[in-house]
């Protein structure tokens, strides 16, 4: 079971912070690969990036330069910060995670609305 948390709503230019705490599993389960998605308010869902059980780490091109996963394994707990958001970060964010063949992966957390509005 995944859980997200953070703030809902930020200014334009400020840094999300988004938390996801994994229960009922480890952070550090051998193979497996926890993302972070997100969805648009009428558009398709976007896989951000992931951080694997290993700390191997991966971010789309286009979100790359103001992107950061991270993980706390004390806490099994793994983060997204987005820099500089726009409005155009408003979303539903998810975290997911599972085995690599499951990428983004098989359980899901029940996401968090981030609007970005001056």
């Known amino acids: 079971q995944l859980q997200e948390s953070g703030p809902g709503l930020l200014k334009p230019a400020q840094t999300l912070f988004l938390r996801c705490t994994i229960s009922?599993?480890?952070?550090?389960?051998?193979?497996?690969?926890w993302s972070w998605l997100r969805q648009p308010p009428g558009k398709g869902l976007e896989w951000i990036g992931y951080i694997g059980a290993g700390g191997d780490r991966y971010v789309i091109s286009p979100l790359e330069s103001r992107t950061s996963i991270s993980r706390d394994t004390a806490k099994n707990q793994f983060t997204l910060h987005l820099s500089s958001v726009t409005p155009e970060d408003t979303a539903d964010y998810f975290c997911?995670?599972?085995?690599?063949?499951?990428?983004?992966?098989?359980?899901w957390g029940q996401g968090i609305r981030v609007i970005v509005s001056s």
């Open positions: 009922n599993g480890s952070i550090t389960t051998d193979l497996y690969y």
């Open positions: 997911a995670g599972g085995p690599l063949e499951t990428i983004p992966g098989a359980s």
